[in-house]
């Protein structure tokens, strides 16, 4: 059961990790930033992380190991596809 949650948190992760580059991405492109949606997004990510992590806690040690792994098994597969599609910077 506790292997479930090792796809949970891959696709945790991926968003988490794919709004990352979104955002840093607006934030370095754009001239006038929206603070106020930047700083919602960015609390959204670590709320949406910490409570997967504290359901998966609560169904033991091994879930939540699982679930970290899935989470860290997304990012270098997040940064595979976005370094692909990223035009030259001038």
Request: contains cysteine; hydrophobic residues 55%.
């Amino acid at each position: 059961m506790t292997a479930l949650f090792f796809f949970p948190g891959l696709l945790l992760g991926a968003w988490h990790f794919g709004s990352l580059h979104w955002l840093t991405e607006r934030l370095a492109r754009s001239g006038q930033t929206p603070w106020g949606g930047m700083l919602a997004l960015q609390l959204l990510r670590f709320a949406l992380l910490a409570g997967a992590c504290y359901g998966a806690s609560r169904a033991g040690a091994l879930a939540l190991i699982a679930l970290g792994l899935g989470v860290l098994a997304a990012r270098p597969l997040v940064l595979h596809f976005t370094n692909r599609r990223r035009p030259p910077l001038p």
